[in-house]
C-alpha cells in the first residue's frame, strides 16, 4: 500500500537464508550428504556434498554427526581453522570459519575443507565429488560455497542450516 509514511522508504531486504543438508548415505564412521541453498517458492540449488561423522545414540566426542535439525549460521574469527584459513586464502576473502550455533550437546561445530570421516571431528565437511570413505575436491567446494554464505553473514542476513535424513 502506498502511503507518505512509506514513500522514499526502501523495502526491508532482510530474508531468512536457508541451507538445507540432506543426508543420504548412513554408514559405519560416516554419513554422506547433499547440501542445498533453499529459497522460498524456487527449487533448491544443490552447492556440494559433504561428509559427517556416524549417528551414534549416545555422543562420542569427535565422532559423532550432530542431531537433526534447524541451526543459526555465524562466521567465527577465531581459533586453529580461522588462523589455518586466513593464512590459505588471506583476510581480504576468508572473513572467519562457517560455525554451526546452539546444538544442543555439541560445541565448535564448523564448515570446512576434509577428505574422510578422519577429519571431521563432529563438524561437516564439504567436496564436490564423492565416493564410498571418500570425499573429493573439497578446497574447490569451500573455495566456491564460503564466499557466498559468508557475504550473507557479513551483511547481517540471518542464515540457517536445516538437516534431514533421507
Known sequence: MLSSENIGKKKESKRLKKLKLIRFQHRENETQGLL???HPGRPL???CF???DEHRDVKVMHHT???EGIYKLKLRDYGGHHTKYLKRYGEEWHKGMIQVMDVPGF??????CGNTHEHTSGC???GDSLSPRFLGSSRDAYARMYPSVSKELSNGQEVVLE???M
Request: no cysteine.
Open 36 to 38: 542445498f541453498w533453499d
Open 45 to 47: 540449488r544443490f552447492i
Open 50 to 52: 559433504t561428509l559427517e
Open 65 to 67: 554427526r550432530i542431531p
Open 107 to 112: 560445541t565448535d561445530i564448523l564448515v570446512h
Open 124 to 126: 561437516i565437511l564439504v
Open 163 to 165: 538437516i534431514v535424513s
